[in-house]
């Protein structure tokens, strides 16, 4: 067994799609710290938190990195936000 932790950090929102938004914006805003790894990001039911959606793509990235689009976003992946 490793002596890694995984820290959880309940948030309730109404539905998928803005739980999904909400985890993007906090894993970006914490992703400054280097213990935080926000392609794993996802959410889940709060009944059934074993049920878990990607908040990102996730997919790798030539450069090694992980894309940070949404999941099933459409176009090609990004290692960099798109605005709206």
Same mark, same amino acid.
């Given at each position: 067994m490793t002596e890694r932790w995984v820290v959880h950090l309940p948030m309730v929102v109404n539905d998928l799609v803005s739980a =999904?938004?909400? @985890? +993007? %914006? %906090? @894993?970006?805003? *914490?992703?400054?710290?280097? =213990? %935080?790894e926000p392609g794993g990001t996802t959410v889940s039911p709060e009944d059934e938190q074993n049920v878990r959606h990607w908040a990102f793509c996730d997919r790798r990235? *030539?450069?090694? +990195? +992980?894309? %940070?689009? +949404?999941?099933e976003h459409e176009g090609d992946c990004s290692s960099c936000l798109r605005r709206r």
């Amino acid at each position: 067994m490793t002596e890694r932790w995984v820290v959880h950090l309940p948030m309730v929102v109404n539905d998928l799609v803005s739980a =999904q938004r909400l @985890a +993007r %914006v %906090v @894993a970006h805003w *914490s992703s400054v710290l280097p =213990q %935080v790894e926000p392609g794993g990001t996802t959410v889940s039911p709060e009944d059934e938190q074993n049920v878990r959606h990607w908040a990102f793509c996730d997919r790798r990235l *030539s450069e090694g +990195r +992980r894309c %940070v689009l +949404r999941p099933e976003h459409e176009g090609d992946c990004s290692s960099c936000l798109r605005r709206r």
